[in-house]
C-alpha cells in the first residue's frame, strides 16, 4: 500500500511563507494526479491544490497567486510553497494521491477522487 507522509507544517505570521512537503513511498503507475488538501475543526476538507504527472496543475481560487504546488520525482516528494499566508489559511493539510490517470481538471482537487492520504500536517497563521 502506498504510504504519503506530510512534514513542514508549522506558525507562521501573517504574510509569511511556509512550505510543506509530502513523501510518497512508490508511484504504482505511470499517469496519476497527486493533491493538497485542508481542513478546519469541524470543517470540510477543502481542495487546494494538484498536480499531475504531465506536470499540469490547478489551484483552488482562494490559493491561486500565493501558492505553487510542484514535485521532485527523483526524491518522490510533493511539495506546496505557501506565500503571503493570511489567517484564513489556518488548517491541517493533507496530501493525497489517485493512481487512476491525470488530474481531471480543476480548480483544485476533488476529494472523491483520491484514495491514498496522509495523516497531515497542522499550518497556523496568527494575524
Known amino acids: 500500500q502506498v504510504q504519503l507522509q506530510e512534514s513542514g507544517g508549522g506558525s507562521v505570521q501573517a504574510g509569511g511563507s511556509l512550505r510543506v512537503s509530502c513523501a510518497v513511498s512508490e508511484y504504482p503507475t505511470e499517469s496519476y494526479c497527486l493533491g493538497w488538501f485542508r481542513q478546519t475543526p469541524g470543517g470540510q476538507r477543502e481542495g487546494v491544490a494538484d498536480i499531475d504527472s504531465d506536470d499540469s496543475t490547478t489551484y483552488a481560487d482562494s490559493v491561486k497567486g500565493r501558492f505553487t504546488i510542484s514535485q521532485d520525482n527523483a526524491k518522490n516528494t510533493l511539495y506546496l510553497q505557501m506565500n503571503r499566508l493570511k489567517p484564513e489559511d489556518t488548517a491541517m493539510y493533507y496530501c493525497?494521491?489517485?493512481?487512476?490517470?491525470?488530474?481531471?481538471?480543476?480548480?483544485?482537487?476533488?476529494?472523491?477522487?483520491?484514495?491514498?492520504w496522509g495523516q497531515g500536517t497542522q499550518v497556523t497563521v496568527s494575524s
Open positions: 493525497a494521491a489517485d493512481w487512476s490517470g491525470y488530474c481531471p481538471g480543476g480548480p483544485g482537487p476533488r476529494q472523491s477522487d483520491f484514495g491514498d
